[in-house]
Protein backbone atom coordinates (compact mmCIF):
# COMPACT_ATOMS: atom_id res chain seq x y z
CA UNK A 1 0.00 0.00 0.00
CA UNK A 2 3.18 2.01 0.01
CA UNK A 3 3.22 3.25 3.68
CA UNK A 4 5.99 3.66 5.66
CA UNK A 5 6.12 2.20 8.61
CA UNK A 6 8.09 3.10 11.83
CA UNK A 7 8.63 2.23 15.38
CA UNK A 8 9.23 5.23 17.27
CA UNK A 9 8.04 6.55 21.33
CA UNK A 10 4.73 7.00 21.37
CA UNK A 11 2.72 8.53 24.52
CA UNK A 12 1.94 5.43 26.84
CA UNK A 13 -1.63 5.31 25.80
CA UNK A 14 -1.37 5.55 22.03
CA UNK A 15 -0.48 2.57 20.44
CA UNK A 16 -0.23 4.18 16.77
CA UNK A 17 -0.62 7.15 14.06
CA UNK A 18 -1.14 7.13 10.62
CA UNK A 19 -0.03 9.75 9.45
CA UNK A 20 -0.11 11.95 5.68
CA UNK A 21 0.39 15.58 5.30
CA UNK A 22 -1.06 16.88 1.92
CA UNK A 23 2.94 17.27 0.73
CA UNK A 24 3.57 13.50 1.60
CA UNK A 25 3.71 11.24 -1.32
CA UNK A 26 2.76 8.42 1.11
CA UNK A 27 1.62 7.76 4.47
CA UNK A 28 3.39 7.00 7.47
CA UNK A 29 2.41 4.25 9.97
CA UNK A 30 3.84 5.18 13.71
CA UNK A 31 4.04 2.68 15.83
CA UNK A 32 4.30 2.26 19.71
CA UNK A 33 8.06 0.88 20.00
CA UNK A 34 7.19 -0.27 24.01
CA UNK A 35 4.46 -2.51 22.71
CA UNK A 36 4.26 -6.12 22.15
CA UNK A 37 5.69 -7.06 18.98
CA UNK A 38 1.80 -8.72 18.46
CA UNK A 39 0.13 -5.80 19.52
CA UNK A 40 2.36 -3.69 16.71
CA UNK A 41 1.41 -6.32 13.91
CA UNK A 42 -2.48 -5.72 14.90
CA UNK A 43 -2.20 -1.80 15.10
CA UNK A 44 -0.25 -1.99 11.79
CA UNK A 45 -3.24 -3.96 10.12
CA UNK A 46 -5.45 -1.56 12.06
CA UNK A 47 -3.89 1.25 10.31
CA UNK A 48 -3.70 -0.21 7.00
CA UNK A 49 -7.55 -0.47 7.35
CA UNK A 50 -7.42 3.01 7.61
CA UNK A 51 -5.39 3.47 4.59
CA UNK A 52 -7.64 1.07 2.59
CA UNK A 53 -10.98 2.41 3.56
CA UNK A 54 -9.72 6.18 2.92
CA UNK A 55 -7.20 5.97 -0.02
CA UNK A 56 -4.15 8.10 -0.62
CA UNK A 57 -5.18 10.41 -2.07
CA UNK A 58 -2.65 13.05 -3.19
CA UNK A 59 -2.52 16.55 -1.80
CA UNK A 60 -4.81 14.82 1.21
CA UNK A 61 -4.03 14.91 4.53
CA UNK A 62 -4.97 11.91 6.85
CA UNK A 63 -4.25 11.91 10.43
CA UNK A 64 -5.43 8.84 12.85
CA UNK A 65 -4.36 8.23 16.55
CA UNK A 66 -4.90 4.97 17.85
CA UNK A 67 -5.17 4.38 21.84
CA UNK A 68 -4.06 1.37 23.32
CA UNK A 69 -7.08 -0.39 24.14
CA UNK A 70 -7.48 -0.75 20.08
CA UNK A 71 -8.15 -4.67 20.18
CA UNK A 72 -10.41 -4.89 22.94
CA UNK A 73 -12.18 -2.07 22.18
CA UNK A 74 -16.51 -2.52 21.15
CA UNK A 75 -16.24 1.26 19.68
CA UNK A 76 -19.06 2.73 18.13
CA UNK A 77 -16.80 5.20 15.60
CA UNK A 78 -17.74 3.29 12.10
CA UNK A 79 -14.03 3.70 11.18
CA UNK A 80 -12.65 2.37 13.81
CA UNK A 81 -14.71 -0.93 13.92
CA UNK A 82 -14.12 -0.83 10.07
CA UNK A 83 -10.70 -0.91 10.76
CA UNK A 84 -10.64 -3.22 12.71
CA UNK A 85 -12.43 -5.75 11.32
CA UNK A 86 -9.80 -4.80 8.50
CA UNK A 87 -7.05 -6.22 10.82
CA UNK A 88 -8.39 -9.04 11.96
CA UNK A 89 -9.34 -10.39 8.67
CA UNK A 90 -5.89 -9.59 7.32
CA UNK A 91 -4.11 -11.38 9.98
CA UNK A 92 -6.48 -14.08 11.41
CA UNK A 93 -8.34 -15.07 7.93
CA UNK A 94 -12.05 -17.33 9.36
CA UNK A 95 -11.26 -20.21 7.32
CA UNK A 96 -8.07 -20.54 8.28
CA UNK A 97 -9.40 -19.52 12.21
CA UNK A 98 -12.23 -21.92 11.75
CA UNK A 99 -10.01 -24.47 10.49
CA UNK A 100 -7.72 -24.77 13.40
CA UNK A 101 -10.21 -24.25 15.97
CA UNK A 102 -12.36 -27.28 14.61
CA UNK A 103 -8.70 -29.21 14.83
CA UNK A 104 -9.34 -28.42 18.87
CA UNK A 105 -6.23 -25.80 19.58
CA UNK A 106 -6.50 -23.53 21.95
CA UNK A 107 -6.97 -20.20 21.86
CA UNK A 108 -3.30 -19.48 23.27
CA UNK A 109 -1.81 -21.65 20.27
CA UNK A 110 -3.63 -20.04 17.52
CA UNK A 111 -3.09 -16.73 19.32
CA UNK A 112 0.96 -17.74 18.70
CA UNK A 113 -0.24 -18.91 15.09
CA UNK A 114 -1.50 -15.97 13.83
CA UNK A 115 0.89 -13.42 15.83
CA UNK A 116 -1.66 -11.87 17.30
CA UNK A 117 -2.48 -11.17 21.15
CA UNK A 118 -4.79 -13.31 23.39
CA UNK A 119 -6.92 -10.09 23.49
CA UNK A 120 -7.49 -10.02 19.83
CA UNK A 121 -7.76 -13.64 19.05
CA UNK A 122 -10.66 -13.55 21.77
CA UNK A 123 -12.73 -10.85 19.81
CA UNK A 124 -12.16 -12.82 16.40
CA UNK A 125 -13.53 -16.06 17.67
CA UNK A 126 -15.74 -14.05 19.22
CA UNK A 127 -17.34 -12.14 16.31
CA UNK A 128 -17.05 -15.71 14.20
CA UNK A 129 -19.27 -17.55 16.65
CA UNK A 130 -16.74 -19.99 17.85
CA UNK A 131 -16.66 -18.99 21.38
ZN1 LIG B 1 -8.09 3.60 14.23
Known sequence: MG?????ATLDDDVSGLLVKEPSDEAATIYLNSDDHERRQRFTCAHELGHLSRRGSIPGERLGYVDSRDLESR???????????????????????????WAQGESPSKLARVFGVSPAALEVRLSNLGLS
Open 74 to 100: TGKNPEEVWANQFAAELLMPAAAVRAL
Open 3 to 7: ANVLR
